[in-house]
């Protein structure tokens, strides 16, 4: 018998975890420079909480999601996404009270999704969020979106491009939605089945449907932006000119709508134009979502947030040629000619490794040219040889394999010396 990972899931390898966890501490860094703290929540929750959160017309709820009973019948989601969960949390734990408003959070962690696999889809994905929730300042929207580009650029991309969109307030979505039905309603017999029970549900998803995305009608179809009421539009401006202030270009794309039925006003996304990234170029998608918060039972508290997934960043960051710094030098290799010196190789290890000195040593026994050549191969920067003779002088000599300098040092004063040369 065989054993594989799950379809659409990947074992992450040392040689690969070193890259995700140089990701991690740059978006941990920003969080704290943007003041966005980490919210914990659980990898699963009431499948009732995203049926209403996500939006019973989604792909996500309708297709994607993973639910079970437990043993005491309780209908629980793997969450699919990280939304619906900070906001349950929000609300439970009453931070609409707190004198800050908005409440600024982040997340990161995996979700889950029955998806079709494909480079950059997976059935379990890492997404790095944040949301901004009690505020409907378009200076937060502008905040937003510039941690989502530093987040980026901090990585190394420089192959960026952002989309933005109003979807306007209930007003707004309430006429378009009136003019979408008119357009597709006498031609709906040519599109998906999906887009057929949109019309009646949603029909704003039908321009977000990946199957008749070529329809003519679809061009044709009427433009959000020229419903925006006053309001909506004044509001989209200032989006607009805080993100000028910030020196972040961005493209207006009328017919950018968002998977997520409780989006409202600012909608965006962020694609990868590298060459060679394959079918799927958005990398990161967020939006204002006035309205949620009440949907799951809590007081009026206009939010706004993002979510991207690591894989798709690690994508990017591939197609663009571009590697991110993550050295992770070994310092010291110890050889060990026999057993006596393997109880010393130990006791000296144990004292590197407590002020911080990466050290490695031999656990199979084998015969100096082959640890030699395993200090090779991990590039350690410096090697010790224990044999009788060192043992008996109780010093060692140190050699840098980089400059081919070698020292005699007492065992005493190893650690000292090389926290010198560390320093140098
Ligand atoms: P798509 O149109 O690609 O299916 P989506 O609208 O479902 O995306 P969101 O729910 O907005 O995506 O999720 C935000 C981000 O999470 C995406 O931009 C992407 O970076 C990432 N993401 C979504 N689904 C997956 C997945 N199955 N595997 C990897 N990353 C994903
Ligand atoms: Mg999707």
Not at 16 to 37: F, G, M
Not at 69 to 91: C, I, M, N, Q
Not at 330 to 347: G, N, R
């Amino acid at each position: 018998m065989s054993f594989k990972v799950p379809r659409g899931t990947q074992d992450i390898l040392p040689g690969q975890t070193e890259k995700w966890q140089k990701v991690e501490e740059i978006i941990r860094h920003l969080c704290s420079v943007y003041r966005y703290p980490e919210i914990r929540t659980p990898i699963f929750e009431s499948t009732e909480l995203f049926q209403r959160g996500v939006g019973d017309t989604t792909d996500i709820v309708q297709k994607e999601m993973y639910t079970f009973k437990d043993r005491g019948d309780r209908s629980l989601t793997l969450r699919p996404e990280g939304t619906a969960a900070v906001v349950r949390s929000y609300v439970e734990h009453k931070m609409f009270g707190q004198p800050d408003q908005p409440v600024k959070l982040s997340y990161i962690g995996p979700m889950f999704r029955y998806e079709r696999q494909q480079a950059g889809r997976y059935r379990q994905f890492v997404q790095f969020g944040v949301e901004a929730i009690g505020s409907k300042d378009p200076a937060i929207d502008a905040e937003v979106i510039a941690l989502a580009m530093n987040v980026y650029e901090s990585c190394g991309l420089k192959d960026l491009k952002l989309v933005i969109n109003s979807l306007g307030d209930h007003e707004v979505r309430a006429k378009h939605r009136e003019a979408l039905v008119k357009h597709f309603e006498p031609h709906i017999h040519e599109f998906c089945s999906d887009c057929q029970s949109r019309l009646e549900k949603n029909p704003l998803r039908i321009l977000d449907c990946k199957v008749d995305h070529d329809h003519p009608l679809m061009a044709t179809a009427p433009a959000l932006t020229d419903y925006l009421n006053e309001e909506s539009a004044s509001y989209f401006e200032q989006v607009k000119k805080y993100l000028d202030v910030l020196g972040i270009s961005y493209v207006v794309d009328p017919n950018l709508v968002r998977g997520l039925d409780y989006y409202n006003h600012t909608t965006f996304e962020i694609m990868s134009t590298a060459e060679g990234l394959g079918a799927i170029t958005t990398l990161c998608g967020g939006g204002r979502y006035n309205g949620l918060v009440e949907e799951i039972g809590g007081p009026e508290s206009p939010g706004i947030g993002f979510a991207m997934s690591i894989e798709r960043l690690l994508l990017a960051l591939e197609a663009e040629g571009k590697e991110l710094d993550t050295e992770s030098q070994l310092d010291m290799y110890i050889v060990a000619m026999d057993e006596e010196a393997k109880l010393k190789a130990v006791e000296l290890a144990s004292s590197f490794r407590a002020k911080g000195i990466s050290t490695e040593l031999d656990y199979s026994n084998r015969k100096m040219k082959a640890q030699m050549k395993s200090a090779d191969r991990q590039n350690a920067q410096w090697v010790i040889v224990l044999g009788e003779s060192e043992l008996a002088e109780q010093k060692a000599t140190v050699k840098n394999m980089s400059s081919g300098h070698q020292e005699m040092v007492p065992f005493f004063d190893l650690v000292n010396y090389l926290t010198k040369q560390k320093e140098q």
